[in-house]
Nanobody, 123 residues
Framework: VQLQASGGGLVQTGGSLRLSCAAS????????IGWFRQAPGKEREFVAT????????YFADSVKGRFTISRDNAKNTVYLQMSSLKPEDTAVYYC?????????????????WGRGTQVTVSS
C-alpha cells in the first residue's frame, strides 16, 4: 500500500489543521493506520491510531482531547484533525499502515510509511 500525507502548514498557537493520509494499492480497509511525528533533534513519536473498522482509536497523552482521528474507507483516506495546536506540536507528521485487526502504537509494528507533511505552530 502506498501512503501520502498532506494538509500540513503554518498555523498560530491555538489554531487547527486537518491532515489527510491517502492510500492506494492493497485493500485499505484491512489496515490499521497510525500517525507519528518527528520534531528536529527528537525521535519519532506516536500520535494516534485507528483500527480498520474505526472501532478502536488511541491517542498519545500529549494530544488527547485536542486531536481526533477518523477514516473513510470508501475514499481510502484517514484524517487527523488537530485543534488547540501548541508550538510543541511542530514536527513532520507521518502516516503509516499495518495489516491488523487491532491498533498499534509502536512504529516498529508498521510496514508501510508515507512521506511526511510539515506542521509548524508559531507562538
Amino acid at each position: 500500500v502506498q501512503l501520502q500525507a498532506s494538509g500540513g502548514g503554518l498555523v498560530q498557537t491555538g489554531g487547527s489543521l486537518r491532515l489527510s493520509c491517502a492510500a492506494s494499492g492493497r485493500t485499505f480497509s484491512r489496515y490499521t493506520i497510525g500517525w507519528f511525528r518527528q520534531a528536529p533533534g527528537k525521535e519519532r513519536e506516536f500520535v494516534a491510531t485507528i483500527s480498520w473498522s474505526s472501532g478502536r482509536r488511541y491517542f498519545a497523552d500529549s494530544v488527547k482531547g485536542r486531536f481526533t482521528i477518523s477514516r473513510d474507507n470508501a475514499k481510502n483516506t484517514v484524517y487527523l484533525q488537530m485543534s488547540s495546536l501548541k508550538p510543541e506540536d511542530t514536527a513532520v507528521y507521518y502516516c503509516a499502515a499495518v495489516q491488523s485487526s487491532t491498533i498499534d502504537t509502536s512504529s516498529s509494528e508498521y510496514d508501510y510509511w508515507g512521506r511526511g507533511t510539515q506542521v509548524t505552530v508559531s507562538s
